[in-house]
């Protein structure tokens, strides 16, 4: 491996380690938030523009580097910023951090997956770069595809960088609203369990599959196509 990706693979490893060593994630539990509620609304009312972009940061960092603790910074943004803003200032950090994900994983990875799967993946790619903006659309919607998990396998692919921010960045829209909507009446959250219903669960599923339709009309006009010819 050459010396820069040994370098950055490092890191990352202490930056995840730092995060470990210092039990940061105490802070990002249901109790945790509720218990700095107030620290955190008196901080914002006094530096109205620092805590926006320390919030994206912090989410940035978070998603970048794979971290738990996702979509109680969502909850938090809630309480803190309301809904709107909150959807908008948690949306932008996960998409920027998911891009990171996905541009580190590329750069560190992409050779030994071209080693390791050569043209196995030719027709896969050749689909992402048609429908890839749909293909991932299904999988931001529905919430049963781990996160970092998309990101990393889309980065082996050869799915274009502006079609896995946008895909990205409206896909988790649907979902960043439920929570930071949930978020905005923190003190009625008594557990993680039941903020999404299976109703908003069945919604998304349902979101996820509208975002497949122009592949499986596509697939379907070509095959009335080569149908019509055989025929002929």
Request: proline letters at 3%.
């Amino acid at each position: 491996m050459e010396k820069k990706k040994i370098l950055l693979v490092l890191i990352l490893a202490g930056l995840v380690a730092l995060f470990i060593g210092l039990d940061l994630n105490r802070f990002l539990s249901l109790e945790g938030i509720k218990t700095h509620r107030d620290a955190l609304e008196a901080f914002y009312a006094r530096n109205r523009l620092i805590t926006p972009i320390a919030f994206i940061l912090v989410y940035i960092i978070q998603t970048a580097l794979s971290l738990p603790g996702a979509l109680l910074l969502s909850l938090a943004a809630g309480a803190l910023f309301g809904v709107f803003q909150g959807t908008l200032f948690a949306v932008t950090g996960a998409t920027l951090g998911a891009t990171c994900a996905f541009l580190v994983s590329r750069y560190l990875l992409s050779g030994w997956a071209q080693k390791r799967v050569g043209s196995k993946w030719d027709t896969l790619n050749v689909a992402l770069e048609r429908d890839g903006l749909n293909y991932l659309l299904f999988l931001r919607f529905v919430p049963i595809f781990p996160f970092f998990l998309i990101n990393l396998v889309a980065a082996l692919t050869r799915l274009p960088l502006r079609t896995f921010f946008l895909g990205t960045f409206v896909g988790i829209l649907p979902g960043a609203f439920v929570y930071v909507n949930a978020g905005a009446s923190l003190a009625s959250i008594e557990s993680m369990a039941g903020i999404v219903s299976p109703r908003v669960l069945g919604s998304f599923v349902l979101l996820g599959g509208f975002s497949l339709v122009p592949i499986l009309s596509h697939k379907w006009h070509w095959a009335r196509k080569s149908e019509k010819q055989s025929e002929a």
